[in-house]
């Protein structure tokens, strides 16, 4: 959830940002997806697809009923590596799990305020860390002073983090708010509600060093105004963050951020949801923390 460059936001990689025109601190870039033409088309690329048949409803109920059973098949095979049986591979099964998977480490020991602290010092708690404080980065919180520095406090290595804040007090100016509809103060419009929310979908390490690792948090975000009559709607995007985190008092801390757009899926035809729908989903759907 991003400053442009106009917001002197530039490429400097300690300050986290790229020269894309929307970046994680604070914003997101809105993804356009163009359909080919089609035939009969209803002004979205193509004609709609026709509604399944009943054939077609069984299909998709037995594989569905054949998931559940593989899921519940792979839960029960998988408390054997506790009772020592396993065949000798004494826990293997957890250093082959799908990348995306939880491997049922607890990562998380404790939290700084509002943001999880205390991660392993391995890969997997350097994914976690980089995984929450993308979130953190990304969030609504970071357009007021007081939380922003609080943020930056607690993701942030202690010789990066004078860089990070000076770069991002001129970056949230008045004219920076302005455009993202908010007031010259950074306050949000009587009537309305302002969303910025960063939601990580995958984490990968590319780097190990030991105590200095590279993260890359794949993510998709959500940013605008929310209210009747608001020239800001909700929009959404997808981006992958890449950070490096070093162990520093017995935690990972972020030294430097970067943004890159993509991978983004194809678009799908849900209907665009009403400005109060969207509001109420973001007061009312909590966030989480996140952990291999």
């Known amino acids: 959830m991003s400053l442009g460059d106009d917001h002197g936001y530039g490429n400097d990689s300690r300050s986290g940002r790229t020269d894309d025109g929307y970046s994680t601190l604070g914003g997101t870039r809105q993804t356009r997806t163009r359909f080919a033409d089609g035939a009969g088309g209803d002004g979205f690329g193509g004609s709609r697809r026709p509604a399944r048949s009943s054939r077609s409803l069984v299909m998709v109920v037995g594989v569905v009923v054949l998931l559940i059973a593989a899921i519940a098949f792979a839960n029960m095979g998988g408390g054997s590596d506790d009772s020592g049986s396993s065949g000798g591979n004494n826990g293997d099964s957890k250093a082959g799990a799908a990348p995306t998977a939880a491997t049922g480490t607890k990562p998380v020991k404790g939290k700084n305020g509002a943001i999880a602290s205390g991660f392993a010092h391995d890969e997997?708690?350097?994914?976690?860390?980089?995984?929450?404080?993308?979130?953190?980065?990304?969030?609504?919180?970071?357009?007021?002073?007081?939380?922003?520095?609080?943020?930056?406090?607690?993701?942030?290595?202690?010789?990066?983090?004078?860089?990070?804040?000076?770069?991002?007090?001129?970056?949230?100016?008045?004219?920076?708010?302005?455009?993202?509809?908010?007031?010259?103060?950074?306050?949000?419009?009587?009537?309305?509600?302002?969303?910025?929310?960063?939601?990580?979908?995958?984490?990968?390490?590319?780097?190990?060093?030991?105590?200095?690792?590279?993260?890359?948090?794949?993510?998709?975000?959500?940013?605008?105004?929310?209210?009747?009559?608001?020239?800001?709607?909700?929009?959404?995007?997808?981006?992958?963050?890449?950070?490096?985190?070093?162990?520093?008092?017995?935690?990972?801390?972020?030294?430097?951020?970067?943004?890159?757009?993509?991978p983004a899926p194809v678009g799908s035809d849900t209907r665009a949801s009403s400005a109060d729908e969207i509001a109420g989903a973001v007061n009312g759907f909590g966030g989480f923390t996140y952990a291999r």
């Open 124 to 262: 997997q708690g350097a994914q976690s860390a980089a995984a929450n404080y993308s979130v953190a980065l990304g969030s609504a919180e970071m357009f007021n002073k007081a939380k922003r520095d609080s943020i930056l406090n607690a993701v942030i290595a202690p010789a990066s983090v004078n860089g990070f804040r000076s770069t991002l007090d001129q970056a949230y100016s008045s004219q920076f708010f302005k455009n993202v509809g908010l007031n010259e103060d950074g306050s949000t419009p009587e009537g309305f509600t302002f969303i910025s929310r960063t939601t990580p979908i995958g984490t990968k390490v590319t780097k190990n060093s030991g105590d200095r690792i590279t993260v890359e948090v794949w993510c998709t975000g959500l940013i605008g105004l929310a209210g009747e009559g608001s020239t800001k709607p909700v929009t959404d995007g997808w981006f992958t963050i890449t950070m490096v985190l070093e162990w520093i008092d017995g935690d990972w801390k972020a030294v430097t951020h970067s943004q890159k757009d993509g």
